[in-house]
């Protein structure tokens, strides 16, 4: 259980960088590359969204 609660702590600390730099990303070009760049990075660590 303990590990399972260290995983999840990593993939959130690691996904409030992607989170931003995916708005970013999609003010300066559009959405759907800023979807698909924040989706291949997640893809990285593990998480799919469902």
């Known amino acids: 259980m303990k590990l399972k609660k260290k995983q999840k702590n990593l993939v959130t600390r690691s996904d409030r960088p992607i ?28 998480v799919k969204l469902t």
């Open 19 to 46: 989170a931003k730099t995916g708005v970013e990303r999609a003010i300066e070009t559009d959405e759907a590359t800023a979807i698909a760049w924040m989706n291949q990075r997640l893809e990285i660590l593990g």
